[in-house]
């Protein structure tokens, strides 16, 4: 089976422009859930999706949003960038999202 | 609320040295625990997973047993190798209205020297 795959795997962007994620689960699996990785905050919990639903949701602005398409992919979108956006954006899958979760390689957001 | 708090690295080790790395849990109810791994570059890979009271986990050499008595799940290993050398994820999966919540610990990073 295919794992969990990102695109794109590097983005530079500056500030006050929009970025969308991508994020392909492994086939099979319903759960998609986005986390930020910064070296200091560690791994934040920003939101899951489940057959097209947002499902859960961390403690993140607006600016953060989601979606999910019938396929089980789903994307990630952060308006208006800050820099305190540059960070290491992972996806992760999972059947039901009640069990092991499956992550991505990341996509490695810098903001300018 | 539901949290992990794992040992502070950086951790240096030789080879073949034993290596254990403290994670302990609050949380309610009945979590499933877990260890990843992430390798410079890389995404995290699961390493291994405990659902239940008194379960090992084990995969490549590495341990964690599910205490609940100390709510504690701490990595061992008996001898580590250069290969090891990433940073290692305690996690804690709980059960919500909506599914299941993951929380994660802060990481620690392992460096093993030849």
């Known amino acids: 089976k295919a794992g969990v795959t990102q695109t794109p795997r590097y983005l530079i962007k500056t500030r006050g422009q929009q970025v969308t994620l991508s994020c392909s689960p492994i086939?099979?699996?319903?759960?998609v859930s986005w986390y930020q990785q910064t070296p200091g905050q560690g791994l934040q919990f920003l939101f899951e999706?489940?057959?097209?639903?947002?499902?859960n949701k961390g403690n993140f602005p607006g600016r953060f949003s989601g979606r999910q398409f019938s396929n089980s992919r789903s994307e990630m979108n952060v308006s208006t960038l800050e820099l305190g956006d540059s960070a290491l954006y992972l996806c992760?899958?999972?059947?039901?999202?009640?069990?092991?979760?499956?992550f991505g390689p990341g996509t490695r957001l810098t903001v300018l | 609320g539901d949290s992990v708090t794992q040992m502070e690295g950086p951790v240096t080790l030789s080879e073949e040295a034993f290596l254990t790395i403290n994670c302990t849990y609050t949380?309610?109810?009945?979590?499933?625990l877990f260890w990843y791994v992430q390798y410079p570059g890389e995404g995290l890979q699961l390493l291994l997973k405990?659902?239940?009271?008194?379960d090992k986990g084990s995969n490549k050499g590495f341990e964690a047993t599910y205490r609940k008595e100390t709510t504690s799940f701490h990595l061992e290993k008996g001898s580590v190798q250069v290969s090891d050398s990433a940073v290692y994820f305690c996690?804690?999966?709980?059960?919500?209205?909506?599914?299941?919540?993951?929380?994660f610990g802060t990481g620690t990073s392992l460096t093993v020297i030849p």
């Open positions: 999706y489940f057959s097209e639903t947002q499902r």
């Open positions: 405990a659902t239940k009271a008194d």
């Open positions: 996690a804690l999966s709980v059960r919500v209205d909506t599914g299941n919540q993951f929380y």
């Open positions: 992760a899958s999972s059947f039901s999202g009640i069990d092991t979760q499956y």
């Open positions: 949380a309610t109810g009945y979590p499933s």
């Open positions: 086939s099979g699996h319903r759960s």
